[in-house]
């Protein structure tokens, strides 16, 4: 069965950094596109980072310049760095993977996706 399984949340105070993982199925790594998305109670989940199957990746503005997602490919792990963390970051972080196939750009296209269960991040200020 296949399975995006996220780790590395956790509690952190503003301008702090944290490190977000994704393990994945091996033959679901290559050749799919992956992203990590975030979502508040009441509001929409939002794109946050993507990195697409051929390695053009593209970020939010609310996390550009302070975030950094990496597809490993060795370990088959999907990360996201993000650093000077403030409030408006807390959320639940999810990972999100789709077949080249079905990659077309932008965040949108991972909406009939593989998606993990997810992992709260909480920023204090």
């Known amino acids: 069965q296949v399975q995006l399984v996220e780790s590395g949340g956790g509690s952190v105070q503003s301008g702090g950094s944290l490190k977000l993982s994704c393990s994945v199925s091996?033959?679901?790594?290559?050749?799919?596109?992956m992203a990590w998305f975030r979502q508040v109670p009441g509001k929409e989940r939002e794109g946050v980072a993507s990195?697409?199957?051929?390695?053009?990746?593209t970020y939010a503005d609310s996390v550009k310049g302070r975030s950094t997602i990496f597809k490993d490919t060795e370990k088959k792990i999907l990360t996201l760095e993000m650093r000077r963390l403030n409030v408006d970051d807390s959320a639940m972080y999810y990972c999100?993977?789709?077949?080249?196939?079905?990659?077309?750009?932008?965040?949108?296209?991972?909406?009939?996706?593989?998606w993990g269960q997810g992992t709260q991040v909480t920023v204090s200020s």
């Open positions: 091996e033959y679901i790594f290559s050749g799919y596109c």
């Open positions: 990195v697409e199957w051929y390695g053009a990746i």
């Open positions: 999100a993977a789709r077949n080249r196939a079905h990659c077309r750009g932008g965040f949108g296209q991972y909406r009939d996706g593989l």
